[in-house]
């Protein structure tokens, strides 16, 4: 089933829908996310800057997965002319994504030892190459850590993306102008336009079970890298 078409009883679009969605995602999150982090920790902690972008995250962490939908609907879709589509679904993601891994990014940085960065600016390495040779690199578990749990956040949802881009049963995509369908999505439209109670059932109950294996196994992978290099760390006295 998880590897036949729509057309046929299957949920094979919805499956690959959801990884393009979360894939591309989970590259600008990242993107965006540690950038932020690099910034508010390496180049104005505590500043006013700091401040207003940290409450800002904040507010954004709280608001309700609905506005996004619909703030996704009239910004992405209509005011920069993306249309209900995969490209408008990453982005929406991409912000609902941005306060767990700015944060998550910013504790993974904040625990590199400063002796790490003084030995290397004492070698003479200016501090951008410190950041990017020896900052980024010893922090990397976190950093990914803070993606994969950004990523499992929006893994189910549903309202965020019905807007922008899954409001049909869609084929996949050719382009990332056109829209798709997500196994969360897939899961409320077939509940809703099956004719058979039944067989809606079913599916649902199907797509619901796969969605919730990649969220516990994103969790989980998280959780093993954290584990991994916290024993590692204490081992070498970090």
């Not at 992405?76 to 912000?95: D, K, M, Y």
Request: aromatic share 8%; with cysteine; glycine share 8%.
């Amino acid at each position: 089933m998880v590897t036949t078409s729509i057309d046929h009883g299957g949920i094979a679009e919805a499956v690959i829908g959801t990884l393009y969605l979360l894939v591309g995602a989970a590259i600008m999150a990242a993107v965006v996310g540690i950038a932020t982090a690099v910034y508010l920790v390496e180049y104005a902690p505590g500043g006013r800057l700091s401040r207003i972008v940290t409450q800002a995250l904040n507010n954004l962490a709280g608001v309700p997965t609905i506005i996004f939908g619909l703030f996704g609907a009239i910004f992405f879709c209509r005011i920069l002319g993306l249309g209900v589509s995969l490209l408008s679904g990453w982005l929406i993601l991409t912000c609902m994504m941005l306060p767990i891994v700015v944060r998550g990014s910013q504790e993974a940085l904040r625990m590199v030892p400063k002796s790490f960065r003084d030995a290397a600016q004492a070698l003479g390495a200016s501090k951008w190459r410190t950041i990017r040779d020896v900052v980024l690199p010893t922090a990397a578990p976190g950093l990914v850590t803070s993606v994969i749990l950004g990523v499992s956040r929006v893994a189910g949802e549903t309202a965020a993306i019905l807007f922008v881009c899954s409001p049909v049963l869609a084929p996949l995509p050719k382009s990332p102008l056109e829209p798709t369908v997500a196994l969360a999505t897939y899961i409320w439209l077939v509940l809703m336009t099956q004719p058979d109670p039944e067989r809606a059932l079913a599916l649902a109950s199907a797509a619901c079970l796969v969605l919730l294996v990649v969220v516990v196994l994103l969790n989980t992978i998280a959780y093993a890298i954290r584990v991994y290099y916290r024993r590692r760390w204490g081992r070498i006295g970090v």
